[in-house]
């Protein structure tokens, strides 16, 4: 499964394609971005996976 996360200052969402149309997205959720707490902010991204995820890898663009 893939799942995308935008991360920003305030906020991460995050979204994953739909089903037979991957140009479409389905959101995950929102979380608030623990800003000076790395483990924190690993919490909220696993927070958002789907249930039963228990790998995930991240790729930075920018």
Excluded: N, W, Y
Aim: proline fraction near 10%; aromatic fraction near 4%; glycine fraction near 12%.
């Amino acid at each position: 499964m893939i799942c995308a996360f935008d991360i920003g200052g305030s906020k991460i969402a995050a979204a994953t394609p739909i089903s037979g149309d991957p140009a479409r997205l389905k959101p995950l959720g929102e979380v608030p971005t623990p800003t000076q707490d790395f483990d924190g902010f690993c919490a909220a991204l696993a927070a958002l996976l789907p249930a039963g995820t228990h790998r995930a890898g991240v790729s930075v663009a920018g």
